[in-house]
């Protein structure tokens, strides 16, 4: 009895295993078709970085029987973005470089001209800067205002009832680098404190270093010929020069640029107008030593002590449409 059931089980084996040969070549084919249809249906693939100026929309879009059938020299018309050519007559727009012209008036006179006197700030505007700013600046030695052209007369005859010396001389920039403007002071040592807006009173020693006022400036857009301008105290120490001394042939490294230390504390920002100038010079706080007015503005000169006040007027250039303002004389 047993040997009859197994012999009737291996039969039903042999009769299952055709079927099961069947069942899977008929899903393999079946996946086949799916396969190749998805494919199709999906379409041709666009070209690669197709711009998107260029490209249709879904209901304008050339069939794919019809791109097919198309000959093969010629070529699929595109749409550009790029403006039609201009003719020679078609009028050109000239380019204009613009420049800015500084002139500066350097004006010595004796210790107490300007830091005591009032008569020549009176026609000065010092409320264009903040009252705490204000307070900061002459604190730590300085006084900054603008001024009209014309109220230069009145100031200019304060002026000549004392004994002042004046230097004038101009320097034109237009690559945007900042202004430097030399004091014509010989390197020397020196110390200074800085009053801050915090309370605090830090000091530093510059060995062998110079003063110099470093002007940052723009035009404005919103006013013509208007001038905005970033004027504030840096101290330069000496070049440091790297060329080797023991051999003369060995490629001579460029110099390294001195260091230099802007006093950004005490940067203040103003709007020069056509006709208007930027006036620096010393408070009374100069004269006590060791501020950045004290050392900026002030000097010794053969045992006697002088002060500066600096009269700057910038002047737009605009290429051949240039108006020039009003200047103190």
Same mark, same amino acid.
């Given at each position: ?33 799916? /396969? ?234 103003? /709007? ?58």
């Amino acid at each position: 009895m047993q040997a009859v059931r197994s012999s009737v089980h291996s039969d039903r084996r042999r009769t299952r295993w055709p079927e099961r040969r069947l069942w899977w070549a008929g899903a393999a084919i079946l996946a086949v078709v799916v /396969t190749s249809g998805c494919k199709a249906a999906k379409g041709p693939a666009p070209a690669p970085f197709q711009p998107l100026s260029r490209a249709l929309p879904p209901e304008k879009a050339e069939e794919p029987s019809a791109v097919a059938s198309r000959p093969a020299d010629v070529p699929t018309p595109l749409e550009t973005t790029q403006p039609p050519p201009t003719s020679d007559d078609a009028p050109r727009r000239p380019v204009i470089l613009q420049s800015i012209d500084f002139r500066i008036l350097r004006i010595r006179a004796p210790i107490g001209t300007f830091s005591q006197s009032g008569k020549i700030w009176n026609p000065i505007d010092e409320e264009v800067v903040s009252i705490p700013m204000q307070r900061l600046l002459q604190r730590n030695g300085i006084r900054v205002g603008v001024g009209k052209a014309e109220d230069w007369p009145q100031i200019k005859a304060i002026l000549d009832a004392e004994r002042v010396e004046v230097v004038d001389r101009h320097k034109a920039v237009f690559n945007g680098l900042p202004l430097i403007i030399d004091l014509e002071q010989s390197p020397r040592d020196q110390t200074m404190f800085l009053y801050r807006a915090d309370g605090t009173m830090p000091g530093a020693s510059f060995p062998r270093s110079t003063n110099v006022l470093r002007l940052e400036y723009g035009l404005s857009s919103a006013e013509v010929n208007t001038v905005i301008v970033d004027v504030m105290p840096e101290i330069r120490m000496q070049r440091v020069d790297t060329s080797p001394a023991f051999d003369l042939n060995w490629p001579q490294p460029p110099p390294i640029d001195p260091p230099s230390r802007p006093f950004r504390e005490l940067s203040v920002r103003l /709007t020069i107008r056509p006709e208007h100038f930027l006036a620096i010079g010393p408070s009374a706080a100069a004269q006590r030593g060791y501020l950045a007015g004290s050392l900026l503005l002030c000097d010794e000169v053969d045992g006697q002590r002088f002060e500066a006040l600096y009269v700057i007027t910038p002047r737009v250039l605009n290429g051949g449409d240039d108006v020039e303002p009003a200047r103190p004389k």
